[in-house]
């Protein structure tokens, strides 16, 4: 964080959790805080500008993830103070203490949109992964909890938007125009 004395200065609670463990956990929810506005923020830059024949489905889509991403933010926010610390929610917080790039503001193409959020939701999903792990080593079970609610929320979220690339990316690999046929299965096997 780029204000070291507040992120790591804790007020008094009576909460079980020892002072040294809940310093370094608020300082990764503070972390996690600022990428979370920053993805909201980017989501939403998607959602504005976002043209091409999937306009509306992407528009709607995009408005969807932001507002779950808004969840997040209050629920990050409000655990970080829970634990005595400092909720460092601001914008400009949030922009020079995210783990994502910027986003680049000439994307207009609804395929380039969902490529720039694809790879944003894969690092925010790893950062939330490797907070589960590094909240349960300190014994914080109910952080490593919140963490797993987004987790789960945020490859699903990915999926969503992959399942939009990965047809033009199986026929790049198979060298073929086509769509993949699936098997069909007697109705006399399904009973």
Excluded: C
Aim: no cysteine.
């Amino acid at each position: 964080m780029s204000d070291n004395t507040i992120s790591s200065r804790l007020f008094p609670t009576r909460i079980d959790i020892p002072a040294e463990a809940r310093v370094q956990i608020v300082v990764l929810l503070n972390q996690t805080l600022a990428a979370t506005l920053d993805l909201k923020t980017q989501t939403k830059q998607a959602h504005w500008n976002v043209k091409g024949t999937d306009f509306y489905q992407l528009h709607e889509l995009f408005d969807e993830l932001a507002g779950e991403l808004e969840e997040y933010v209050d629920l990050v926010a409000e655990r970080v103070t829970a634990l005595g610390g400092y909720a460092l929610g601001t914008a400009r917080a949030a922009a020079s203490n995210s783990i994502l790039p910027e986003y680049l503001f000439d994307i207009l193409d609804g395929k380039d949109h969902v490529t720039a959020l694809s790879d944003r939701f894969a690092i925010y999903g790893k950062h939330i992964r490797e907070a589960i792990a590094k909240t349960d080593e300190l014994d914080d079970l109910d952080t490593a909890d919140l963490y797993t609610e987004i987790s789960r929320t945020i490859d699903k979220r990915l999926w969503f938007l992959e399942a939009h690339l990965q047809v033009v990316e199986i026929k790049a690999e198979n060298g073929k125009t086509g769509t993949t046929k699936t098997q069909k299965t007697p109705a006399a096997a399904l009973k």
